[in-house]
């Protein structure tokens, strides 16, 4: 089992930055995959940016070039760094991780305002 604990939404204006983290606790050596997936107002959740174990990050079109992932395998950790954030970057955010199971933290809200 794995729970993720996700941290960092909050407001931001256009243009402007914010860092989401996600703490891995338990069995944190069986994870393959970690990552985050969003979902905004009406919309289907979609994947933004991934990284495994030993690999290179993933990102949706959306955020190459604003968003950038990056993880500890050792603590656990998953941090999402987003810059130049638009409106349409309004979403809760969900941090997951992937061992043999799928599992999801709580998801935290961002919202990018004029």
């Known amino acids: 089992q794995v729970h993720l604990v996700e941290s960092g939404g909050g407001l931001v204006q256009p243009g402007g930055s914010l860092r989401l983290s996600c703490a891995a606790s338990?069995?944190?050596?069986?994870?393959?995959?970690m990552g985050w997936y969003r979902q905004g107002p009406g919309k289907q959740r979609e994947l933004v940016a991934r990284?495994?174990?030993?690999?290179?990050?993933n990102y949706a079109d959306s955020v190459k070039g604003r968003f950038t992932v990056s993880r500890d395998n050792a603590k656990g950790t998953v941090t999402l760094q987003m810059n130049s954030l638009k409106p349409e970057d309004t979403a809760v955010y969900y941090c997951?991780?992937?061992?043999?199971?799928?599992?999801w933290g709580q998801g935290t809200q961002v919202t990018v305002f004029s």
């Open positions: 338990g069995s944190i050596d069986s994870i393959h995959i």
């Open positions: 990284v495994g174990s030993g690999g290179s990050p």
């Open positions: 997951y991780a992937v061992t043999t199971l799928l599992f």
